[in-house]
């Protein structure tokens, strides 16, 4: 996970972002989100936490891009236990 400027929205900080997913949701194929929320760091500093979001979307959607179906692979595979 990486901080990251906004390609939508230029003078928006940098921020993470983080797609709610639901266990029901992520058992579907595709697998689909509920929304999205952009997670702001403290002082635009991640090194000092998180203090604010903005939830940026709150629909759902599907994850069937081939680059989120890809990244999905990946941290499946290094799974954090």
Same mark, same amino acid.
């Given at each position: ?18 797609? +709610? *997913? ?6 579907? %194929? #595709?697998? &689909?989100?509920?929304? +999205? *929320? ?6 635009? %500093? #991640?090194? &000092?936490?998180?203090?604010?979001f903005y939830i940026q979307r709150a629909r759902k959607e599907k994850l069937n891009s081939a680059g989120i179906v890809a990244a ?10």
């Amino acid at each position: 996970m990486k901080n990251h400027q906004s390609t939508h929205t230029p003078n928006e900080p940098e921020h993470i972002t983080v797609m +709610v *997913v639901s266990e029901a949701q992520w058992e579907l %194929d #595709p697998k &689909e989100r509920g929304g +999205v *929320v952009h997670v702001y760091p403290k002082d635009q %500093d #991640p090194a &000092e936490g998180y203090d604010s979001f903005y939830i940026q979307r709150a629909r759902k959607e599907k994850l069937n891009s081939a680059g989120i179906v890809a990244a999905i692979a990946a941290a499946s595979a290094n799974k954090l236990v």
